[in-house]
């Protein structure tokens, strides 16, 4: 995973699109979400890989642009849900804290 993670940060940087918009950026993502959305409505495997890897390139390039390493905040983000309890609500996981 590291690697392709350099691989994607020198594509950015061989198009200029670390200094690239940010706000441009997340509206790439948002694109690219809507296109994973479509992929699960649609139950089309291919549409959905190819959506969650067109993200990852795009939250790469933006953790770039912003400063940040995309290591870190997967960190971060695991270290506030790694003890998180709750519960399955018709399909959606609800924090205890929500119940």
Partial sequence: MEELIKKVQEWSKDRNLHTASPKAQMC???EEIGELAKGINKQKNILIEDSVGDSLVVLIVLCQQLGFDLKECL???YNEIKDRKGKIING???KESDL
């Fill in 28 to 30: 790439m993502l948002i």
């Fill in 92 to 94: 959606t996981f609800v």
């Fill in 75 to 77: 960190q971060t983000a």
